[in-house]
């Protein structure tokens, strides 16, 4: 089958090379890249530390707003679709290229797969939300990672077409993790680091505190660091940028305790706009390679983020993990964790007393260095499932009824 894949972003991108391998065993596959994720730091290094093939097609399409964005996508979309002439278009995640792709496809008559189909943080607030579920209806092959996926579908009407594979990140972690659990990792990845953030004095706990002038570098050691991601447009409005900065600073301990925060450039821009103070101990980067970051977050004492990748990372770790969103579409995450993983929002007090819990700072260290020694991740097997289910035709397409029942 001639397969038209369209990425975007880095979450993509990491869900493209694990999916790639078998994909291209089976067919034949056209990768396109709308540049949504458009800087060399986002996302250029990830097709060599991750070995992705060069896209077929890079449209080039990054910032404006977000109505602007998919329209610019999907005008650039429609030529290639005609030129390439898929049997099906494959979508990832939730993101502008996700309905942009799927949007392709339904206009040009185009079947249209769906790779992590089913999610739902009920919360139409969130653009992400509204990509995956008009994706998911418009898809002719739903990719669900969870029963819970599975069952949000079956409540919205889809029944065909809709296949249990299992998490396709997790096929690539597994393969990741086996080379960075020793925790010797950390020193490249400190010499690295120190050049990012040079205004950094040596440490000899996690990480260095800040300082006022030049240092040569800093240290990590396992359990002596905080990693940080924020990247939902929910936390890019003043008061969120407020909110989850203090969270930040309260788990820094007054910078004996240093909370990395490799930030996304949205991000940046939010925080410079907000005229927001870096608080002390907190560690502005750029953003990493995907090995680097599997590894800050397998040592961590803790990971706080609102990132769907990241919640599902530091759970198949065991890494304590605050989820600084209202609501997560990872419900089987913070489920399945034990109470490591807890969706605290911006509410500073509970997320001091959770990390308080999780990751005391006398008992993170020992706390790390048995995790990595323990963790034993095995790939779920769902690019395989997702290679393997495209053999076949897609479903006969549903007749539209107007309810929720047409599929």
């Known amino acids: 089958m001639r397969i038209l894949s369209v990425v ?19 067919h034949h596959e056209v990768f396109v890249d709308t540049g949504q994720h458009w800087d060399d730091a986002m996302a250029g290094s990830f097709f060599g530390e991750l070995g992705l093939a060069r896209p077929d097609h890079g449209l080039g ?19 290639v679709v005609e030129a390439e ?16 792709g799927a949007l392709a496809g339904a206009a040009a008559g185009i079947p249209v797969a769906h790779v992590e189909a089913g999610l739902r943080s009920f919360d139409r607030s969130m653009p992400e939300e509204v990509n995956r579920v008009v994706a998911d209806h418009l898809s002719a092959w739903l ?6 996926a599975v069952a949000n579908l079956r409540a919205e009407g889809i029944v065909d077409g809709v296949v249990p594979v299992g998490d396709l990140m997790q096929d690539l972690a597994a393969r990741v993790v086996r080379e960075v659990r020793d925790p010797a990792v950390l020193g490249p990845i400190a010499r ?6 040079p205004g950094l004095a040596p440490g000899s706990g996690g990480a260095s505190a800040p300082a006022s002038g030049p ?13 940080a991601t924020v990247h939902r447009a929910e936390n890019r409005d003043p008061a969120a940028v407020a909110g989850w900065l203090s969270i930040l600073a309260a788990a820094a301990l007054g910078g004996s305790r240093p909370v990395l925060l490799p930030l996304h450039p949205g991000t940046r821009e939010a925080v410079e706009a907000a005229h927001a103070p870096i608080p002390d101990g907190v560690v502005v980067l750029p953003p990493l390679g995907y090995r680097t970051t599997l590894a800050l977050q397998l040592h961590a004492a803790a990971v706080l983020t609102d990132s769907g990748g990241v919640q599902r990372e530091a759970a198949w770790l065991g890494t304590p993990c605050l989820v600084l969103r209202r609501a997560t579409e990872w419900v089987e995450a913070v489920a399945g964790s034990g109470g490591s993983m807890v969706v605290v929002g911006l509410d500073a007090a509970r997320a001091a007393d959770e990390l308080a819990r999780l990751a005391p700072p006398d008992a993170a260290p020992a706390l790390a260095a048995a995790r990595a020694g323990a963790v034993d991740l095995r790939p779920a097997g769902a690019a395989e499932a997702i290679a393997a289910a495209l053999d076949g035709p897609p479903p006969a397409p549903r007749a539209a009824d107007g309810g929720a029942g047409a599929r």
């Open 192 to 197: 690295s680091l120190s050049a990012e953030a």
């Open 85 to 100: 002439a898929p049997d099906a278009i494959l979508v990832y995640g939730d993101t502008n290229s996700t309905l942009a």
């Open 8 to 26: 975007g972003t880095r979450p993509q991108l990491i869900k493209a090379a694990a999916l790639q391998p078998a994909l291209r065993a089976r």
């Open 143 to 148: 990719f669900a990672p969870t029963p819970t």
């Open 61 to 79: 399409i990054g910032g404006g707003g977000r109505a602007d964005q998919i329209g610019r996508m999907l005008t650039a979309l429609v030529p």
């Open 215 to 227: 240092a040569s570098g800093f240290a990590l050691v396992p359990g002596g660091y905080v990693l």
